[in-house]
C-alpha cells in the first residue's frame, strides 16, 4: 500500500528527530491525523514559533524569551557563582533543585568520534566572564560520562591561572545518565556534595 505524499513527508519530519524511528514516527503523524483540525493547528503554531519567539541569551547561552535571560537579568541570584551545564535542560533540572547561581550552557560536549572540538561550543565565552573577577565558584556540572569528564578537564585548563574555585558537581549521579532525567533530590545533593578538582 503506498502511502500517500504528505502523510509520507511528516513521518520523513518526524525520523530526523532524535530517539524517533520509522515505527514511532509512524504512529506520531497517525496520531496526529485524528485530531481536530485545530489542535492540529495550535500545534503546527507552536512549532513553527519555536525559533522565532525564542534568542540565545548573549551571556550564559540559554534559551530564552528575552536577552539578557531571565536568571542573568535576575538580580536575587547569586552572582559569584556560575554553573558550567552541557544544555539548556540541564540549567531548568538544577534550577528545580533550588540552585541559585548563574549558568554558562555549552550546548553539547567535546566529542572528537563526532566532530565536535571547543570551536562547535560555547566554551571561549567562559573564560572573559571568569576573567571580570566578581565569579568566585565555577561548578562543572557536565553529564558523569566520558564526553562529559573530557569536558570539565577542558574547561579546567581553560580556568588554569584564574582566582577562582573549580568545583565538580559530587557523583550521587549515576554513570551514563543526564541531568534532565536526574530528580530533584539527586541532583539537590550532588549540588551540596560537589568537590573541587
Do not use: W
Amino acid at each position: 500500500m503506498q502511502i500517500p505524499k504528505p502523510i509520507q513527508n511528516a513521518i520523513d519530519a518526524f525520523e530526523r528527530l532524535p530517539g524517533i524511528g520509522p515505527k514511532t514516527a509512524q504512529r506520531l503523524v497517525f496520531y496526529l491525523l485524528r485530531l481536530p483540525q485545530e489542535q492540529l493547528d495550535f500545534f503546527s503554531l507552536a512549532v513553527g514559533n519555536l525559533k522565532r519567539q525564542t534568542v540565545l541569551c548573549h551571556q550564559c547561552f540559554r534559551v530564552g524569551e528575552t536577552d539578557p535571560c531571565e536568571v542573568c537579568g535576575d538580580p536575587q541570584r547569586e552572582r559569584s557563582i556560575i554553573c558550567v551545564v552541557e544544555e539548556p535542560l540541564d540549567a531548568m533540572a538544577l534550577d528545580k533543585a533550588g540552585y541559585n547561581g548563574l549558568y554558562h550552557v555549552l550546548h553539547g560536549v567535546l566529542s572528537p568520534l563526532n566532530n565536535i572540538g571547543p570551536e562547535d561550543l560555547y566554551l571561549k565565552e567562559l573564560r572573559p566572564r571568569v576573567e571580570s573577577g566578581a565569579i568566585k565558584e565555577v561548578i562543572l556540572a557536565t553529564n558523569p560520562t566520558m564526553e562529559g569528564d573530557s569536558t570539565a578537564m577542558y574547561i579546567k585548563r581553560l580556568l588554569d591561572g584564574l582566582p577562582v574555585k573549580i568545583s565538580r558537581l559530587g557523583r550521587g549521579l549515576p554513570v551514563g545518565g543526564d541531568l534532565e532525567y536526574a530528580d530533584a533530590t539527586t541532583l539537590k545533593r550532588s549540588l551540596e556534595g560537589r568537590g573541587e578538582i
